[in-house]
């Protein structure tokens, strides 16, 4: 079945900084790839999503890039600030009937102000 | 947007009693629903996915017969955790597709905590 890994486990920036969270899957059938946010206790909430048709998307302050040959995809946000501290999870599914995701282990972002 | 509604949200039982969890979708239909475990500082992990009209399949390692699964119509699935002991004290949250987004959304979880 599919692996998701994640990298860094935790995440210290500056105000104003960028921040870049890597994953990398194992299965080459897996053709969509959230991410989202979770804040202490609370449910996780999708930020941006990029299918396997797309090397890149942007939104904003966030974008995600996709290399389907190496299995890869990053998170990136610019001019990080402290409202962006919370804890990050990349996904991976094949995008059929069921939606099924397999999560990373998760990065924590902590922006200083 | 599309709403999946979880309760309890939270919940404390004594050990050996069976808790029940419900998560519904509010204004889509959702043939599919998912339910996670997540403990402390850790991600969430798949424990099975949830369809209407028929058995739940379960991830590796989950407990079918511990962890009971119904989704007896489109907008209904119910986890209960039987017999439950200290350690299956966790966030429990389920998600469900709306086919009209295509997204996955996520209820709000339900802390469970077992004395």
């Known amino acids: 079945g599919e692996n998701v890994e994640q990298h860094p486990s935790t995440l210290s920036v500056q105000e104003g900084d960028s921040a870049v969270i890597k994953c990398t899957y194992s299965d080459s059938a897996s053709n969509y790839f959230p991410w989202y946010k979770q804040e202490l206790g609370k449910r996780p909430q999708l930020i941006i999503d990029?299918?396997?048709?797309?090397g890149e998307k942007k939104d904003q302050r966030i974008a995600v890039t996709l290399n389907k040959t190496a299995k890869h995809f990053s998170l990136h946000i610019t001019e990080t600030q402290p409202e962006d501290s919370a804890v990050y999870f990349c996904?991976?599914?094949?995008?059929?009937?069921?939606?099924?995701?397999?999560f990373g282990s998760g990065t924590r972002l902590l922006v200083r102000p | 947007g599309a709403v999946v509604s979880q309760h309890p949200s939270r919940v404390i039982c004594k050990s050996g009693t069976s808790v029940k969890i419900e998560c519904r979708s509010l204004d889509f239909q959702a043939t599919t629903m998912f339910w996670y475990r997540q403990f402390p500082k850790q991600s969430l992990m798949l424990m099975a996915t949830?369809?209407?009209?028929?058995?739940?399949?379960?991830e590796q390692g989950v407990e079918k017969d511990k962890f009971l699964i119904n989704h007896a119509s489109l907008t209904l699935s119910t986890l209960t955790v039987t017999s439950a002991h200290p350690e299956d004290s966790s966030f429990y949250i389920c998600?469900?597709?709306?086919?009209?987004?295509?997204?996955?959304?996520f209820g709000a979880g339900s802390r469970l905590t077992v004395l």
């Open positions: 998600s469900a597709r709306d086919p009209g987004a295509n997204v996955l959304t």
């Open positions: 990029i299918r396997s048709n797309v």
């Open positions: 996904a991976a599914s094949i995008m059929d009937s069921s939606y099924k995701l397999i």
């Open positions: 949830s369809n209407e009209g028929s058995k739940a399949t379960y």
